[in-house]
Every structure is written in C-alpha cells, then in structure tokens.
C-alpha cells in the first residue's frame, strides 16, 4: 500500500458517531422494563417500540449498502416479500414495519434490525430447496423481532456497535493515502454476535410457531437447520454470523425436529413449495457457479491471498460478466495490489451497472484521486454522498476533491463540515493545516 507524508485517510465506513446512535434512542434507552410481546412477562429494554424503527430507519440502508444493495430483480424481491408478508401476517407484533430484500452479498447469512428490515444474502438463497425453508429463515428473523432481542439490554450495545463499528473501506486514495483498508470483508459479522444462545433458541423456536401459522410445514426448520449444519462442516469460512456465532447447530436442529415431529405433527402434510420456490429464483440459481466463486474470492481476500482472489473474481466475470458484486470485488482486489488503474476500470463498470448503490461510487471516487482526477472523483463521491447523505470520511474526500480542482472556498467550506463532526485523527489534522494556511483559521 503506498504512502504519502501530507495526509493518511482514516475513514469510517458508518456516518453515525456513538453520540448520534444514543441520541436516536433518547434517555428512556438507558434502562426501562416492557412487556414481553411473546410472553407476556416482564422484559429489561433499552428502547422504545419507536425507536426501535427510528434505529432501522438510520443504520438499516447503510448495512444492507455494505451488503452491496439489493439485487436488481424486482420479481424476486417481491416473491421473498410475499413469503415475508405471510409469515409476518402471524407474528406477535404485525404491527410492525417489516420489509425484505435479496442482498448482493455472497456470504451465507439472513439477518434483521429491532424494527423488521430483513436482508437474505444471495449466498444463502441459492443453497435453500423449498419455499419452507425461506420461511424458516425469515421466521427466524422476525422471531429476533419479535422477542425485542435487540432491545433488550444486552441488545442496547449490538445497536451502537452497529452503526459506530465494522471494517473501514476507505479506499486507496494512491499517493494520498495511508490507512486504507480495501479489503473484503465476509459481512457484518458484529450484526448478530450479541444475540446470545438463549435468543437463538426462542428466535428458533418462535419462527417455526409463525411459519405453521402461515400454513409451512415445520418440517421446513429441520431442512434450514440441516443446510446448515452440512454448510458448517463443508465451508465454515462463508457460513456468517447468525448460525455460526455459536456452534449449536446440531443441537437446534435435533430440537427443531422434535417440535416437528410432535407439537406440529399434524402440519408436515403440507406442501414445501419446492416449484414455486425453484420458479422464482430460477434467475438467481443460473449464476450460483458466479455466487460460489465470489465466495472463494472473499475467502482468499480475507486470508490476503490476492492473486487467488483475483483468479476467482475473473472466474465469476467470465461467467457473468455484467455482476455488480464481482465487479467491485474484482476492483477491491485490484486496488489492495497496487494497480488502480484496473481497478477504477472495475469500479466504473460497477457503477454503471447498477447507478443506485453506493459503494462501488465511493471505490470509483476514491481511485480517481489517486489517478489524480479530482473532478472524476468528486462526482463519484457526491452520488455517494446523494444516496447515503452525511458520512463525514466522504464530506472530508469531497474536500480533498474540490482542493485538487482548485476550489480553495468550497474544500474550506467541505473541510470546516468535517471538522465539526470529527477534531481528531489524520483527516482532521490535514482539514485544520488548510484552513489555516488558507486563512480560515487562526
């Protein structure tokens, strides 16, 4: 990675601050006891029914841009919201504002915020078999819902961690950048790992309730729980957070065919939905050899075996050429060697391919100032900036672009901005000698 002496980038990839994500959830955050929606017993919660949502409302878009966007195929997002609507129809809290989407992340996992926004990774919807066991995903997921898991206390500190913490991807920046960190990373792994053995048992527990409700075999669970505990023996590197936090697979899966086998006997007469399933993600298990070599991508980045890497990306690009994830993963690997002007090719390709996700804009901003092509850069960086507003790292490199154009006002102005969300650390430093040297401070 090269190194310039005027400034080391050191950017979060989350615009909220630990102050801003308290804020959202106000003073009755810090302790209070509810009712149980499922129970009916007391329960100790960190946040209101509302600020619950206020939380998927904030952090949600940027995880599930971190997921790289949902993918481009209305059909199929509508077919997983239709399965989640049925299950949601029969929850404890149908009053809240669930909603569902197909994420272009290759890593296998499924996961929710306390509001109901639910994100299924195309790396674990190509593995499923039946339209019962997407309904034992989902069910799992508005189970975490339902039990207010991650309002609870232990909860309150998974929230924060969210939106302060993860992987930086700052970017390249060659020739002004330091502390960059380009690498892929197998998903939000910090999303789930609060949950604690207890929780992944009710959440269990209730989605297999709310999947019988909606007229699934509970049979469905067990096939969900085998995948899994296949997955984890066959490829434990790509198999995430929500299964593998901990390793009780096997265990929940013995538990799920129990309660199948007895309390919802009478249910396993009923169909799997194993065509319609097979017809609605038809299109997405035609480029699961594209999915499955990402995977081996993400693997070998994670482990810092680039050119394997870089040998799987170009395996999926071949096989799909026009994928948005394997373009800007082949432009992360490329950047991460050294060789920019590849990757800013990638990075361009990624985001006219799919122009309303943000992440491949913010790579393409940053590689076009290292090719020292600030106005290229800015613009890329603004659209980053029109789809997910307020991340000071991309208000600070927005200044950088307009100081690189010439514009002094406008970086002072981009700069000044900076300053007053973040005083402290390389960014801040180099905002700080401008405006001086510029007048602006004394």
């Not at 996961?111 to 039946?130: C, Q």
Request: hydrophobic share 35%; net charge positive.
């Amino acid at each position: 990675m090269r190194h310039h002496d005027d400034l080391a980038l050191s950017l979060q990839r989350n615009r909220l601050t630990r102050r801003q994500v308290l804020g959202l959830f106000g003073a009755a955050a810090l302790s209070g006891c509810a009712s149980s929606p499922v129970g009916g017993g007391a329960i100790l919660v960190g946040m209101s029914e509302d600020e619950e949502k206020n939380v998927d409302r904030k952090v949600a878009p940027q995880q599930f841009s971190q997921d790289l966007g949902p993918v481009q195929d209305a059909s199929l997002n509508g077919y997983l919201g239709s399965v989640g609507q049925r299950l949601d129809a029969n929850t404890h809290r149908p009053q809240m504002p669930y909603s569902y989407r197909v994420l272009n992340a290759n890593y296998v996992n499924a996961y929710t915020f306390p509001g109901g926004a639910v994100g299924v990774t195309r790396g674990i919807l190509v593995d499923l078999d039946n339209e019962a066991e997407l309904a034992a995903l989902l069910g799992h997921e508005l189970g975490h819902v339902n039990a207010r898991h991650a309002a609870q206390r232990q909860g309150q500190a998974m929230v924060t961690q969210i939106a302060v913490s993860g992987a930086n991807l700052i970017g390249s920046a060659a020739g002004y950048g330091g502390l960059v960190d380009l690498g892929t990373k197998l998903g939000a792994s910090v999303l789930l790992s609060s949950y604690s053995r207890d929780n992944e048992r009710e959440a269990d527990a209730l989605g297999q309730e709310y999947m019988v409700r909606a007229g699934y075999p509970a049979s469905g669970m067990v096939g969900l729980q085998q995948l899994l505990v296949d997955q984890q023996k066959e490829a434990p590197s790509m198999l995430q957070t929500m299964f593998s936090t901990h390793p009780m697979s096997s265990e929940r899966r013995d538990t799920a065919k129990q309660l199948a086998e007895s309390k919802y006997a009478a249910s396993n007469k009923r169909e799997v939905g194993r065509e319609r399933f097979m017809d609605n993600t038809a299109a997405l298990r035609r480029i699961k050899p594209t999915i499955e070599a990402c995977q081996r991508g993400e693997t070998a980045m994670a482990g810092k075996q680039y050119g394997k890497a870089e040998e799987q990306f170009r395996v999926a690009l071949k096989s799909t050429p026009r994928d948005y994830a394997a373009n800007l993963l082949m432009a992360k690997c490329l950047s991460v060697q050294d060789k920019d002007a590849q990757a800013l090719e990638y990075a361009r390709t990624a985001t006219a391919i799919y122009p309303q996700e943000a992440q491949a804009h913010k790579l393409a901003g940053v590689l076009a100032l290292g090719q020292r092509d600030p106005a290229a850069a800015y613009e890329q960086l603004d659209r980053y900036d029109r789809l997910l507003p307020g991340e000071a790292g991309i208000t600070f490199l927005k200044g950088i672009a307009q100081e690189g154009m010439g514009n002094k006002q406008e970086a002072a102005r981009l700069f000044s901005t900076y300053l007053g969300q973040n005083k402290q650390g390389k960014a801040a430093e180099y905002s700080q000698s401008r405006l001086r040297s510029w007048g602006y401070l004394k």
